[in-house]
């Protein structure tokens, strides 16, 4: 999987699909990235909350956000202590109605796919998230969207994709009481012909770009913008 998904709903949409409370400061994201403040719904929460993916801005330092800070693997949730713990106490699901990932075609080229579901329809991560103080003292979240072996769709561009979970998954994923061996049962594949990819725009690649024009089928293109004939 790579560092970008979409969450195009509307805030009536998403309350309808996910029965919460949406806050005003909700807002469609068509370029979700890394340490920028996105939609979560958490255990024993009734409303939508706003956690950093991965990391706050301020420690990126402008540098490349390591997988590990914004992906957790299914396979090794239970083998890290700090995965382990928030696998079992803080469990998130992800809003998302798509997420894009890059296929490289040669050594330095690579082009930018949407995979979407169904018919473009809204879906959720699995995710798991923290609390911890910041160099001021302010108490931050962040969340981590935890991913699985790809799918035969998927795998023609990626060996991993998130974790997609169904709306009966959601509530057991959600509630306290779910039993560990039962959690991890909950984090499969998502079935490949319940989806669909498309190339589109390579100024996803800049996290400042947003907008529904980011969403658009375009032809093939690499992140210099040079078309391609191998698609």
Same mark, same amino acid.
């Given at each position: 999987?790579?560092?970008?998904?979409?969450?195009? !709903?509307?805030?009536?949409?998403?309350?309808?699909?996910?029965?919460?409370?949406?806050?005003?400061?909700?807002?469609?994201?068509?370029?979700?990235?890394?340490?920028?403040?996105?939609?979560v719904?958490?255990?024993?929460s009734?409303?939508? &909350?706003?956690?950093?993916?991965?990391?706050?801005?301020?420690?990126? *330092?402008? +540098?490349?956000?390591?997988?590990k800070?914004?992906?957790?693997?299914?396979?090794?949730? !239970?083998? +890290?202590?700090?995965?382990?713990? !928030?696998?079992?106490?803080?469990?998130?699901?992800?809003?998302?109605?798509?997420?894009?990932?890059?296929?490289?075609?040669?050594?330095?080229?690579?082009?930018?796919?949407?995979?979407?579901?169904?018919?473009?329809?809204?879906?959720?991560? !699995?995710?798991?998230?923290?609390?911890?103080?910041?160099?001021?003292?302010?108490?931050?979240?962040?969340? *981590?969207?935890?991913?699985?072996?790809?799918?035969?769709?998927?795998?023609?561009?990626?060996?991993?994709?998130?974790?997609?979970?169904?709306?009966?998954?959601? +509530?057991?994923?959600?509630?306290?009481?779910?039993?560990?061996?039962?959690?991890?049962?909950?984090?499969?594949?998502?079935?490949?012909?319940?989806?669909?990819?498309? &190339?589109? &725009?390579?100024?996803?690649?800049?996290i400042?770009?947003?907008?529904e024009?980011?969403?658009k089928?375009?032809?093939?293109?690499?992140?210099?913008?040079?078309?391609?004939?191998f698609?």
């Amino acid at each position: 999987m790579g560092d970008r998904y979409t969450i195009t !709903a509307d805030a009536e949409v998403l309350s309808e699909r996910f029965n919460i409370d949406v806050p005003e400061r909700y807002k469609p994201r068509y370029n979700a990235a890394p340490t920028q403040v996105l939609p979560v719904v958490t255990q024993d929460s009734k409303g939508l &909350s706003f956690f950093y993916w991965g990391q706050i801005p301020e420690r990126s *330092k402008n +540098k490349t956000i390591g997988a590990k800070l914004i992906l957790s693997e299914k396979e090794t949730l !239970a083998e +890290k202590v700090s995965s382990h713990k !928030a696998l079992l106490q803080s469990r998130c699901i992800i809003p998302a109605d798509g997420f894009y990932d890059w296929k490289r075609i040669s050594k330095k080229s690579k082009i930018p796919y949407r995979f979407i579901f169904g018919n473009d329809q809204t879906i959720s991560f !699995a995710g798991i998230w923290e609390e911890f103080e910041d160099d001021e003292e302010n108490v931050v979240h962040t969340f *981590k969207i935890i991913t699985t072996p790809a799918n035969s769709i998927v795998s023609e561009v990626s060996a991993r994709m998130p974790a997609v979970l169904t709306p009966e998954a959601e +509530k057991l994923w959600l509630d306290s009481n779910t039993p560990e061996d039962k959690l991890l049962e909950l984090l499969a594949p998502y079935p490949s012909d319940q989806m669909g990819s498309y &190339s589109v &725009s390579p100024r996803i690649s800049d996290i400042n770009n947003e907008g529904e024009s980011l969403i658009k089928p375009m032809a093939p293109a690499d992140q210099f913008g040079n078309y391609s004939l191998f698609d």
